[in-house]
């Protein structure tokens, strides 16, 4: 991953606390990062508008936290031991691995998913490719390597576990239960936001694709009769997707469908429609991504997870990754891990319902935070004559406002700090007293802080304070005892910038 704008961004983001490598003092490994000051409270407050969107679609959604570490039996069962592998090639003089298909893809500029080895193998040679890392033109054939990290439990070792690759199995473990307790209604929707693991042969695209991740997943247990009845049908019917359909592949073009022209034309069933739009409202309405970088991808049936039976990839058009690229998707996992969990643990997954029994299908929307995160960075830096800046929505930026005296003199700095102190209960508040005005304005628009209060000399006589915009660098005084309540309409967009105060001309 180098261009230009990465190295920018990347360098900003290590720069003011979005996030830096982990251990880095000793070199690092490559796919771990950690986040900084700034980037936690970005990916605390992703994390809860997406809570606090997808947990109220329904009134019998919510949200549990799981184990990391899981049995080896969960993932027999789940299939995650037998099918979840990427291909492994390596180079037979400096012996460095590395996934095959990221270097066929690099060097030919094609999409290769859903091939097999010996295809893939066919391409390395037709083309002459060679090892990533010393040119060596003779490579290993492929193999499928596992992605699974192994952890031994216990003082004696014996007992195997796995660290989970995804989010999704804690609640499948603990649907039964959960139903019981909730009584016994569908459909019912377990969300987990937590860690999951992948051993990746060789991560690339720095902080896009990591070993140690986060994921915000949504598990939607449903009566699989009902697939194609849906009471809030109308509400979306007529909204428009932007879809890259797998038929339209070749000819690489997105295209607008109503729901209902889903529905009847694609054959795809509504309750999948009615959740792949609300996802689609997410990312336009809520994240505020620009209409032209979303598209829900279909992929064909060589390319979904193995337990798929109908997947849509979110994708977003990413400058520092030069195209679409996955950031969550849609999938309709049907009974596949309560039937395997029903198998492996001799527990009956089946529930009474609806005056029948029946095993529950599973709608799962999946989400990569991490990569969100880098999306929203990649989506929204901008460049100007005189200074970068991250144009967040402003209620997605870690902090809502930083707080500056016009100079450190004057009882100003003591005078900010009031201010300060006024607001830091209700926002996420930077105070700042180092360097000239201007440069603490250009710190915030490289953290992307919507505004930036400043306490001068005519706030002493006057008790108001001027609060600056960061997309347009405009200024507008507020009486000091209205701050919070202005404050607060502008972070969450209830107000124009230019009618909050007196703009300064």
């Known amino acids: 991953m180098s261009n230009s704008k990465t190295d920018k961004i990347i360098d900003i983001a290590t720069k003011r606390g979005f996030f830096f490598p982990t251990a880095e003092i000793y070199g690092g490994i490559s796919g771990f990062w950690t986040y900084g000051h700034s980037g936690i409270l970005m990916k605390r407050k992703f994390e809860n508008l997406w809570r606090n969107y997808f947990l109220k679609l329904n009134n019998n959604f919510y949200e549990i936290e799981g184990s990391c570490i899981l049995p080896e039996k969960v993932f027999q069962s789940s299939g995650h031991l037998k099918n979840f592998n990427d291909p492994l090639t390596e180079c037979k003089k400096c012996h460095f691995r590395f996934r095959a298909d990221h270097l066929i893809e690099d060097e030919l500029k094609i999409n290769i998913e859903g091939l097999s080895l010996e295809a893939m193998d066919e391409l390395i040679k037709d083309n002459k490719l060679r090892c990533s890392k010393c ?12 992605m699974m990290f192994d952890v031994k439990v216990g003082a004696t070792g014996n007992e195997l576990a796995y660290l989970s690759p995804e989010t999704a199995q804690n609640p499948y473990l603990s649907f039964k239960r959960e139903f019981l307790a909730l009584r016994e209604s569908l459909p019912l929707g377990l969300a987990m936001i937590g860690k999951a693991f992948r051993n990746e042969i060789s991560p690339r695209q720095g902080f896009f694709r990591l070993r140690e991740f986060t994921q915000a997943e949504l598990q939607i247990f449903f009566d699989p009769s009902e697939i194609n009845e849906f009471s809030d049908w109308n509400e ?6 932007c879809l890259f359909l797998s038929q339209d592949k070749k000819k690489e073009k997105t295209i607008e469908l109503t729901c209902e022209d889903i529905n009847k034309k694609i054959k795809i069933p509504k309750l999948y429609i009615y959740y792949l739009a609300k996802v689609q409202q997410f990312y336009l309405e809520k994240l505020k991504i620009p209409k032209d970088r979303f598209r829900l991808r279909e992929l064909p049936e060589e390319e979904r997870a193995f337990y798929n039976k109908i997947h849509f990839d979110m994708e977003l058009k990413l400058d520092t990754l030069n195209g679409y690229k996955e950031v969550g998707g849609v999938h309709y996992r049907s009974d596949h891990d309560l039937l395997g969990h029903q198998k492996g643990s001799n527990e009956k997954m089946e529930i009474f319902y609806n005056e029948k029994r029946f095993i529950p299908h599973v709608i799962e929307l999946s989400f990569g935070v991490d990569r969100n995160i880098w999306s929203l960075l990649d989506i929204s830096f901008k460049e100007e004559k005189e200074r970068t800046l991250f144009a967040f929505p402003s209620y997605l930026s870690p902090y809502d406002v ?10 100003l700095p003591e005078k900010a700090d009031e ?8 926002f996420n508040c930077f105070s700042d007293t180092k360097g000239s005005i201007g440069r603490r304005y250009a710190r915030q628009d490289e953290n992307g802080t919507p505004y930036c209060i400043t306490y001068d000399f005519e706030s002493l006589k006057n008790k108001d304070i001027t609060i600056r915009n960061r997309d347009t660098t405009k200024q507008i005084r507020v009486k000091i005892k209205d701050i919070k309540d202005t404050l607060g309409k502008l972070i969450n967009q209830e107000i124009e910038f230019e009618k909050a105060g007196t703009l300064i001309k």
């Not at 979306?236 to 997707?241: A, P, Q």
């Not at 930083?402 to 009882?411: D, H, M, R």
């Not at 201010?419 to 209700?426: C, E, F, G, I, P």
Request: hydrophobic share 40%; glycine share 0%; net charge positive.
């Open 135 to 146: 040119s060596n033109p003779e490579l290993l054939n492929i193999r499928w390597f596992n």
């Open 236 to 241: 979306i019917k007529n909204y428009k997707l």
């Open 402 to 411: 930083a707080v500056f005296p016009l100079v450190s003199k004057e009882n």
């Open 419 to 426: 201010t300060y102190n006024l607001l830091k209960n209700d």
